[in-house]
Each structure stands twice: as C-alpha cells, then as structure tokens.
C-alpha cells in the first residue's frame, strides 16, 4: 500500500455485525460477524446450503439483511452502514467500489455484448466517455487476464468456460475497486483450468492490493488465496482464523471433518 | 363537467364521440401529457385505449393528437416524410372525419404534424405541435430487460449502460453506426428514445420552438421536449455525434440539404436519391429549383391528391 499520510489511513474497510437474514421460517445466516482491513483476502468456507451466498449478497448489498449492520468504509461516504445508505448511494458505491465475480459467469457477464464491451462497461458506468483511452485499459486488462486480445470483439458465448471467468474478473478489476467478493469463482471449472486461474488470481489480488471475500466450497482455494478463514455451518460461523491455524489445526468438530475430507493424493 | 361535454353532446346520436375518444380518457390522456411536459424526456405512463387501427401503426400518436385536438386545428400527418403514403393519408382522413379539422400538407400552415418517421425540413414555429408515434418508447430496454430496473436506473440517472452500444457500434464499425432511433439526452436529465426518426433529425429537437408530444400505445407511456429544451446526442469525446449526409443532390429539387429517399429505379443499377420530406420538395419545385431528373416520368409535379 503506496499510501502518502498512514498514520490517518483508516485501514477498517468492512466490519459485519450480528447480521441474521432469514426467509421466512428459514433462517439462512445467524449472527454473522467479522472484520475486514484493506487488501486483506477473506475466505468463506462451509458446505452447501450453510449460507455462504445469502452472507455475500447481504455484504454486497443486494439483500438486506433481517438485523444486524454491514459498516463499510467508502472513498465517496467514508466510514458507515451500507444500508443506512439511499439505494442511489448504495448502487453507486457498488458501481465504483466492488466488483462481483459469479460463480456462472453467464450470471455476471452481459452474454449479448462483446467480451471488449463486457471488460469496458464499468468504465462507462463510472463515468468515461472516451472510447479510445476505454478501449486501450480493456486491451490490457485483456492481457493481464491472458485471454487473447485478437478476440477482443468476440461474444462471450464463442469463449470457454474458464476464458469466460477470466473475462469476468477483468471486467470486476479494470475499475480499481476496493473490494471484490468472489462466489466460487472456479466451481464448474477443470482442475488444471482451475489452478490456472488460482494463480493469476492471487497475482493480481496481491498486486493490486485489493481486498477480496471469496466464498468456496474447495479448501484448496481457500488455502492458496485467503489470509483468513471463516467457516459456516447451518448460517452460524462455527470457527474464524488465519487460514493455516484453522486449517491445520482445526478446533470446531465440522472443520475438522471438513479438513479430513480432502482428498490426499 | 357537463359545459366541458358540450362539444360531445351538440353531435347527433349515434356519431363517435368529438375526436373519436371519450372525453374521459382525453382528460386522462392530457393529465399524462402535462406531467410529461414537467419533466422533459420522462416517460409518463397511461392507460392507452383500444384504437381503431392495430398496435404499431401509431396508436400512440393517434390518442394524443385526438386529446389535444380542436376544431380550429389544422393537422398534417406524415409517415416517412411524405404526405402521401397510405398510412398518413388514411390517419389524416380519420381525423378529419371524426375532429371537423382542417388538413394540410403545408408545414408552416399546420398547428399539429403527426410523425412516425421524419421532423420536416422546414423550420418549426412556436405554438406548432409534433406528435410522434413511438413504437419503443424505453431506450435500455434491449440493454436491461426488467422494467424495475429501468426505472431505477433512470430515477438515479444511471445512463453509463447505453455507451455500451456506442461501444459496440464503434468497435464493429469504426464509427458511432445507428441512423435512426439515436438515443438522446433531454435537459441533461433524462435518457430518451426520440421515436425512429433518423439521427438527422435529432439536431433540430435542441432548443426547438416546437412542443413535441411523443406516444407509445402498446408500452403505454406518453412523454414530451417542450419547447426551447435541450437535448443532446450521445456520443464519445474521440467519437463526436454526427449525422447522415448525401454525395448527392435531390434529383427533383436539386436540395443538398434534406434528408434523401434513395429509390430503385430499375434492375439496371440505376437509382435516385429524393428528399424524404414531400413538402420540403414540392415547394422548392414550385420556387423554380430543378433536379437532374426533374420532369421525368416519376416526378408527378408535387401536387396534392384531392381528399376524401
């Protein structure tokens, strides 16, 4: 971090509180709490159904939650409740803030534009009117993500798989935003595809110094990229730590089977 | 209320009512109309009826010109510029069946001009009304398709969206392509679909003189630029907003500066390129102006066909 004045950086960037949302008699998350710096990555792990999702849409802002406050701290409002916010400043710090990379990137990608124009559109949502200096970022960021910037104009449809979740974290990074949360971004990939996009993940993250929330059922991803550890069960975070600690030395009974059931090969 | 009806009531039973609608659906209509013309460029939706004439044939624009219609109006219609197409001619006719309205061809004679495709060349003057009829009135809406979301997006002026289709347009074309239906914005506020007119008509709705009505009957919205709005294309700093222009001179008029029909002559490769705008034509014949083609066997000298 490249900061000019530290002493008054405020290096808080999100702070959960009790958050609980349920849907109806089902209660999906149950006093969630936890605290994120800048640049720190954070992994969500816990098996499926343990209210992983539901925890990312309520932080990001697209669900509210039942109680509980979710505290960010952004360039345009500083430090405070997301959604004690208006729903224009809320968007617009979604817009300019956060990316959100999808678990299906037919989810999080505009399928009938352009894979260039998928990568731009944030630019032009913030504001950028200049298609030459638009089109020169998505060329690079196009690179940076390795797809083949030949195919810069080629819909997203004509890419694969993996090509299309790269596609999709360029166009969640090219805004520079603060934070990124991540919903099992390479669940329904190949292994090698995977490791692939694992690898240039972390890069950027660390060279850009962002900070990230990555939910995920693989412990492998966890391990590789996040610096700590929160691990869910039935809504509730049954244990939260560095992720080696939690990992290597589990202490709750579901994160100790969780650990084991990796497959060692 | 009933001084208001009396303009209903003086017709003989069994007639349609003054201008087709019923005047509680024209009063309906007109209270849309004004809350279009408070906010510039906003689509203000109403409860569109039932027209004599099918969903895209300008149903829209046929109720707003029935609701603000009255008998000292003196109404032109046009479809693709000309006077003389079949759906202008059966519209005009309509109206002057069942409004006791003066037709005209004349732009400058005209209070209301009905337009689905074309804003005539002639300049508009003050007090002079256009009624567009707008098959698509939402401009993001083949970018967005939920309407809460287009709505929430013009309510927060969150209009970086439709750059993405200048985007595209530039990156397949080189050039911003799209010559009709160019997205606009009116008073710098809201994003707005000016109807299919052509984006050389756009200019002329900046700072127009005239109000313009615009009218969707399908989507059922109703929105306005009232006069001396501004309204400005979209477009990129390196890519500024420009409009179609013509190598050729109109082959009747000799106008380079209309807007040009290009017709098939032949099988043989021959073509000529007219003005859209009948009127505009016509009128520069009569002043002495002659094209490359003018006395050929399709120019039929601009005169008007006698109405029924």
Redesign the interface.
């Known amino acids: 971090m490249n900061m000019i004045a530290p002493v008054t950086v405020d290096e808080r960037l999100l702070e959960v509180c009790g958050l609980d949302k349920s849907f109806g008699p089902i209660t999906a998350c149950k006093g969630v709490s936890f605290q994120l710096r800048r640049g720190e990555i954070l992994g969500i792990v816990g098996e499926s159904g343990s209210g992983k999702t539901t925890l990312l849409r309520c932080i990001s802002g697209q669900l509210q939650p039942s109680s509980g406050a979710v505290m960010f701290n952004s360039r345009r409002h500083g430090f405070g409740d997301v959604f004690g916010l208006s729903e224009q400043d809320r968007r617009r710090v979604s817009r300019e803030e956060w990316g959100y990379v999808h678990q299906n990137p037919r989810d999080g990608l505009r399928m009938r534009a352009s894979g260039g124009a998928n990568v731009a559109e944030p630019l032009m949502m913030n504001g950028i009117r200049h298609y030459g200096e638009m089109r020169q970022r998505t060329l690079d960021w196009f690179a940076r993500v390795e797809l083949d910037t030949t195919r810069i104009d080629g819909r997203p449809r004509t890419f694969s798989g993996g090509m299309q979740q790269r596609l999709q974290i360029a166009r969640n990074l090219i805004h520079n935003p603060s934070l990124v949360f991540m919903d099992e971004p390479t669940g329904g990939l190949d292994v090698s595809v995977q490791a692939r996009l694992l690898d240039l993940m972390r890069m950027l993250v660390r060279d850009l110094g962002l900070a990230a929330i990555i939910v995920t059922h693989d412990i492998g991803v966890a391990r590789l990229l996040a610096d700590r550890l929160l691990v869910m069960k039935d809504g509730e975070v049954v244990e939260q730590g560095l992720t080696d600690q939690v990992l290597d030395d589990p202490q709750h009974g579901y994160t100790q089977l969780l650990v084991s059931s990796v497959l060692q090969i | 209320m009933t001084a208001r009806m009396t303009m209903a009531s003086n017709r003989p039973r069994g007639t349609y009512n003054y201008a087709y609608l019923d005047e509680q659906t024209k009063r309906m209509i007109r209270r849309a109309i004004l809350k279009a013309v408070a906010i510039p460029g906003y689509q203000a939706p109403f409860g569109s009826r039932e027209m004599p004439v099918p969903y895209g044939w300008g149903t829209g624009g046929i109720q707003v010109t029935a609701s603000i219609i009255g008998p000292d109006d003196v109404y032109k219609c046009i479809d693709q510029g000309a006077d003389d197409t079949t759906n202008a001619v059966s519209i005009r006719r309509f109206f002057a069946r069942v409004a006791d309205v003066v037709t005209t061809e004349k732009t400058r004679d005209a209070t209301i001009i009905q337009t689905r495709h074309r804003i005539p060349e002639a300049m508009l003057q003050p007090g002079q009304i256009m009624v567009y009829q707008v098959p698509l009135p939402e401009p993001l809406r083949h ?1 967005e398709h939920r309407e809460t979301e287009t709505r ?1 997006m013009h ?2 002026e ?1 209009y ?2 439709k ?2 289709a ?3 347009s ?3 074309y080189g050039r911003i392509a799209g010559g009709a239906d160019y997205p606009v914005l009116v008073d710098e506020r809201y994003l707005m679909s000016p109807s299919p007119i052509p984006k050389f008509d756009n200019p002329k709705l900046h700072q127009s003189e005239a109000l313009h009505l615009f009218g969707a009957g399908r989507e059922k919205r109703i929105y306005a630029i009232p006069p001396y709005t501004d309204v400005r294309s979209l477009d ?4 500024p907003f420009d409009v179609q222009c013509w190598d050729e001179v109109c082959a009747l008029c000799a106008s380079a500066e209309s807007y040009k029909d290009e017709v098939i002559l032949d099988d043989a490769g021959n073509r000529m390129f007219v003005c859209s705008d009948s009127d505009y034509c016509a009128d520069r014949r009569q002043a002495g102006h002659a094209g490359p083609m003018a006395g050929h066997a399709l120019d039929q000298g601009g005169k008007p066909e006698p109405l029924a």
């Open positions: 970018l929430a309510a927060y969150e970086g969206l750059y993405l200048l985007y595209e530039v990156a397949a990129f700093e390196d890519y």
